[in-house]
């Protein structure tokens, strides 16, 4: 029932079948494909809700899903600018042989906080969750405003190019977090913060 993990690992695990050349990066939580409420191992190969009433429309995003895949709400609803740059950098790294897949993108709300619970479950308290998952008022991902990019070989070519196309690793803990920093694009991205905690924008 889990939708969040314990390792990068697992994160670079679930991909291992799109980049058999992983490494293990010490990174906890990222939402684990074929674990998130909705995907296809809880519903039965179903697309629109699972056992924990948390489907696609609620951003749930099945498996190999791409930035183009317009269909898919997580996709549909990220603001217009993040998602062209993630296009055009998809693109670009396609002619090099990185294929680009959404590991997660828009979420409502009420996902996010689906999320947020489980991570204090796991971490015992609210202030160890959100150094991994923000809460529904803050999160980037429920603005539209963020996409987490898998697999690792995908994520590790945006950190060296992914400022050409303005798009920045946020924070240090999360190698799969981007989101659309325009100003990059001149002047390269900003130093990351260490985790969410430290984001002042999480504390709003």
């Not at 939402?31 to 749930?60: C, F, I, K, M, Q």
């Not at 479950?121 to 987490?148: C, F, I, L, M, Q």
Request: aromatic letters at 6%; hydrophobic letters at 35%.
């Amino acid at each position: 029932m889990a939708a969040i993990t314990a390792l990068s690992l697992e994160w670079r695990a679930s991909s291992s079948s799109r980049d058999a050349s992983s490494s293990t990066a010490e990174a906890p939580i990222h939402v684990h494909r074929g674990e998130r409420p909705g995907s296809p191992s809880e519903t039965g190969g179903g697309a629109s809700t699972g056992r924990l009433g948390l489907g696609e429309a609620d951003g749930a995003i099945p498996d190999d899903t791409t930035v183009f895949d317009d269909e898919i709400p997580g996709v549909a609803k990220l603001n217009s600018d993040l998602l062209g740059a993630v296009r055009r950098a998809a693109t670009d790294a396609a002619d090099v042989g990185v294929q680009f897949y959404v590991d997660s993108g828009w979420r409502s709300p009420e996902y996010q906080e689906r999320l947020l619970r489980e991570a204090v479950s796991k971490y015992g308290s609210e202030a160890e969750a959100t150094r991994w998952v923000a809460t529904p008022n803050t999160s980037a991902h429920v603005k539209g405003d963020a996409v987490d990019i898998g697999p690792s070989a995908a994520a590790a070519w945006l950190s060296e190019h992914g400022a050409a196309y303005g798009l920045c690793q946020i924070y240090g803990n999360e190698p799969w977090h981007y989101e659309l920093r325009p100003e990059a694009i001149a002047h390269g991205c900003s130093a990351m913060y260490a985790d969410p905690t430290h984001d002042p924008r999480m504390h709003q």
